[in-house]
């Protein structure tokens, strides 16, 4: 299904440092509303191993920029439309700030339970 193939191919460019072509970030914003299709639990799956391995800053930057965390995270989202989603200064950011710091502490080898976020 493509939809799982758009949140796998974001996890993995997140946490790789992976960027896409124009053609790729097209489709994917094109048929981002099609992760609507996923089961709740694909979905649950999918966004603890965006976020529980090391690489949720990547992640979130990803989802927002190809508008799905609107869809996946809406509370986050909401909360990036209100303060801002700077690149530069974490700081004034406390989410951003927050995955950031929690990237420091997890790996691949290392993630953290699903309830911590």
Known sequence: MIAARILRALRIAARLGFRFSKETSHFIK???SSILKL???RLLMEMNYMLAYGSAEASLRLLW???LLEILLPLQASYFVQHGFRRRDKRSNMLLSLFSNLDK?????RPCHSSLW
């Open 105 to 109: 502490l997890l790996a691949p080898d």
């Open 39 to 41: 089961d709740r639990g």
């Open 30 to 32: 094109h048929l981002s």
């Open 65 to 67: 920029k190809f508008g």
